[in-house]
Structures are given as C-alpha cells and as structure tokens.
C-alpha cells in the first residue's frame, strides 16, 4: 500500500469510495510479493499493480464490482492448462488478492496511517481477509510497537484481537509483512479466519563508509533501492552535501564513532547494509571490527583490491575477530562483472545486496534452471 498511499489518501480525504486490490499471498513464480497494491478510484482511475500486468484488468473489473456492493472479496489468481492467458499468470505462479471497499466509514484511522509512515514511525496494520462469518471480512486492527499503545479497531473478539496484537508487534519489530493464520476465534492452533498483517517500518538504512567518487554512485542505487542512504567520512572536505545531494544524510564524523552511537541510539537492525569503501586502514579497520561484531545486519562489504583485503584480514585478526565473524565480510565487494566504472561498480554492488538477501548467487539465468524469484521457503496455498 505504500506505493499507492499518496492516491488513496487524496480520494479519502475527499470522502469517495475507493477500490483497494491487495496481494495477500502468493506461491511458486508470482511477479508480485504480498503487500503489492492496486487502487480503483471514483473516477475508474487505475493505480499500482499486484501482477505487473498478468491479472489488472480481472482485478481492476472486481474491485469496481466491490466498490458498488461494499462486500470485500478474497480472490486466487493462477493458471490452468486450458485457460493459461484468459485472467491467469502466465509465469505459473499463484496470487491471493484481498480487494476491499475504502472509504471514512470503513477505514477511519488511514489518515493517522499514512501520517506515521510519512514520518517514518512503524506501524501495522492487520485486516482479516478470509472467515467462514462473511460479516468478518475487511475487520481491521492499526498495531503500533508500544506494548501500552492499546490497537485501534477489532477482529471481532476479545480473543482474536489479543493474538493478533502480540503477533503483528513481532512481525512489525522485524519490519515483516505475512498472512497469519487462526481458529475463527483467534485460537493459536486451528484455521478459518487468515489475517493479512502488512508492516510499514521505517525504510531499511544504508551506511556508506567514505565520500568518494564511488561512494556517490553506490549511494544513488541505493536510494533508487528504497534505502535510507547515510554517506559519512571523517573528512569535511569531501563529505558535503554538494557532492552527495541525492542521499538522506551526509555526516562528518569518524565511520566507527559514528556507527557505535547509532548501535547505541537503536538505530541499526537485520535490514542494515553497510559499505566501507574508504579501503584506508585507520577509516575501515576500527568501523568494520564493530560491524562485524554485530550480532543481526543485513550486509558488510569493503573496497579494495586483494592485496587490501589480505591486509585488512591480518589487522582485523590482530583486533580480535574470529573466523566466523570475518567470513561475514563480503570484500572485495561486489559480484564480478568486470566493472570498471564508478556507475558499474555500484551495480555490481546493488547486486551483490540483492543476492545476498534473497538467496541468489549471481549467475545468468540462462545457465541456471529452477525458479527466478528466490523466497525463504516453499509454502504450499491453502486449500
């Protein structure tokens, strides 16, 4: 939703009916992960996708039908030998689309939503999108971190909303988006009512080490990524915001100072990517001995060439580190594609972070066989 959350808010404001498409699930090849959105507005304007083209037109044709009768609808998208190109995917893969009616009535905190995802406050928000109580449908919960910040709305019961609450503040500590499953009332073991939790944390942060020429191409994909890009050097000749104009923070400090208050102040998680590529031992040596220490972050890389590397290791090793912790180390950083170019350089780092959060490994898919989009695990669909 988030992608589309400036629209629905305008139409909401001005008091309309808006059709909101939600991919709630999704199995095998789907193009879209849960949490892709599609709007229909009071003016049949489409916005977003959940299929990248496969289903928008069924989806766009339901959520019309939906706005009119004010009944939400959980659908399954997928494929069939006979009917592969009609409303299926024809990548093989299998959606569940959530399309709801939005408007005041029905969805009367989206205001104070959209205000805590604009300033980068984490909040959640929990709807149950299949019961066997039609009347069930579209019930939605707003769950925000703090255990004394009593949830806004109801799943229909007592014992529902308390299961759900502690759950999504889990999902939410961890910025996930999941389809949690229950017993009709909330029963922890059980099926019936399936509850589509969609975490809105502040965006994942990447911590570029070194404000030069590479560092300025690594930082712009990684806003183009959908990080929050902090650029730091301890030098405040090359760390202005004239050189790095497109990142969110620019900051002259010492990179190890300046990592050990932001482990301190909380502000580093499981999402965090961290670049050093100052490849200058008095910068990297001290800010990569506590990034690697750290016991949850998404990504540590170094520039340098192997004689640098070596020679990191030997000093990281005469700090203290262990061979478990170095081997967290992705240095030299980045895939190799022969990149030669500040602008390449930074692709082959963008793609190494890739690879390394979804499971790839970087070969072409030509030569590989088996799925494209990588996932944790393999789930089958209910029913």
Same mark, same amino acid.
């Given at each position: ?94 959606? *569940? ?6 408007? !005041?009535?029905? $969805? +009367?905190?989206?205001? %104070? @939503?959209?205000? /805590? ?115 730091? *050097? ?6 202005? !915001?004239?050189? $790095? +104009?497109?990142?969110? %923070? @620019?900051?002259? /400090? ?127 669909? +209910?029913?």
């Amino acid at each position: 939703m988030r992608d589309v959350l400036p629209d629905l808010v305008g139409w909401w404001k001005g008091g309309d009916a808006i059709g909101l498409a939600t991919v709630v699930g999704t199995w095998s090849s789907a193009p879209r992960q849960p949490g892709a959105a599609m709007l229909v507005g009071p003016d049949d304007t489409a916005v977003g996708s959940v299929s990248g083209g496969c289903v928008e037109s069924a989806v766009y044709q339901l959520a019309q039908e939906v706005v009119r009768s004010g009944r939400p609808v959980l659908q399954r998208y997928g494929v069939s030998d006979n009917d592969a190109f009609a409303v299926g995917l024809t990548c093989g893969g299998i959606l *569940d689309v959530f399309v709801e009616p939005v408007s !005041r009535q029905t $969805f +009367p905190q989206l205001a %104070e @939503v959209a205000a /805590d995802i604009d300033g980068s406050r984490p909040v959640a928000v929990a709807t149950v999108v299949d019961h066997p109580d039609p009347a069930r449908l579209g019930a939605r919960m707003i769950i925000r971190p703090a255990e004394d910040s009593a949830p806004q709305g109801t799943m229909g019961s007592p014992r529902a909303d308390a299961a759900v609450a502690d759950d999504v503040r889990g999902l939410l500590a961890a910025g996930k988006t999941e389809l949690l499953t229950y017993g009709p009332d909330g029963q922890r073991r059980g099926a019936g009512m399936r509850v589509f939790a969609a975490s809105y944390a502040p965006r994942p942060r990447m911590l570029v080490f070194g404000a030069i020429d590479f560092a300025a191409a690594v930082a712009r994909l990684g806003t183009f990524l959908g990080y929050r890009v902090t650029v730091c *050097d301890a030098r405040p000749v090359f760390a202005t !915001r004239a050189r $790095f +104009p497109e990142v969110d %923070e @620019v900051v002259v /400090d010492w990179p190890h100072r300046y990592l050990a208050a932001e482990i301190e102040a909380g502000r580093i998680d499981a999402r965090t990517v961290i670049c050093v590529l100052t490849h200058d031992p008095k910068f990297d040596v001290p800010v990569l001995e506590i990034a690697l220490r750290l016991p949850e972050v998404g990504y540590v890389g170094a520039m340098g060439s192997r004689r640098t590397h070596d020679e990191r290791l030997q000093r990281l090793r005469e700090a203290g580190l262990t061979e478990q912790e170095l081997a967290r180390l992705s240095s030299p950083i980045g895939l190799d594609l022969g990149a030669r170019t500040p602008e390449e350089t930074a692709v082959s780092i963008a793609a190494e972070i890739v690879g390394q959060r979804w499971g790839g490994n970087g070969s072409r898919l030509t030569e590989v066989t088996g799925r494209i989009h990588h996932v944790a695990s393999e789930v089958r669909p +209910p029913g």
